[in-house]
């Protein structure tokens, strides 16, 4: 098969630009220099509280990425957690700013997913930092 069309995936946190957001339109550009038909897929991350994070993972889940607008998409290439949970039959990875708490908490004493919808709101606050209330 040939690539033509390719689509870039990428969890975006409003607010926040950085090499990650560079990267992705980066990559999007020389895509299109070379002759790709390419595109930047963005939506939306919230990591705290930690009930969030499933639920955002499994959005990226809910898309179907296999076409748009009644034209195939050859190619599919997630970045940043959870950007790679997209369906598509030809998907790679490009993996930028992995979220570690996912695995390197997994098996320890505070594994990120511990009870997440099993606690109160009140208990389920995360230690140490605060995020920012506007």
């Not at 689509?7 to 607010?15: N, R």
């Not at 957001?21 to 991350?45: C, D, I, K, M, N």
């Not at 705290?48 to 990226?60: G, Q, T, V």
């Not at 594994?111 to 930092?129: D, L």
Request: one cysteine or more; glycine letters at 6%; hydrophobic letters at 40%.
């Amino acid at each position: 098969m040939t690539v033509q069309t390719v689509l870039v995936c990428e969890a975006q946190v409003p607010f926040v630009h950085g090499g990650a957001e560079v990267h992705v339109r980066q990559l999007v550009r020389e895509l299109r220099q070379r002759g790709y038909t390419a595109e930047l897929v963005s939506v939306p991350f919230k990591w705290y509280p930690k009930e969030e994070i499933l639920p955002h993972a499994a959005a990226w889940r809910l898309l179907d990425l296999s076409g748009s607008n009644g034209r195939p998409v050859d190619l599919v290439i997630g970045t940043k957690f959870p950007s790679y949970f997209a369906r598509h039959p030809n998907k790679v990875a490009w993996l930028i700013h992995q979220y570690r708490a996912a695995y390197e908490l997994c098996g320890t004493e505070m594994p990120i997913w511990a009870n997440a919808y099993m606690t109160r709101p009140e208990q389920s606050k995360p230690r140490g930092v605060e995020p920012p209330h506007t």
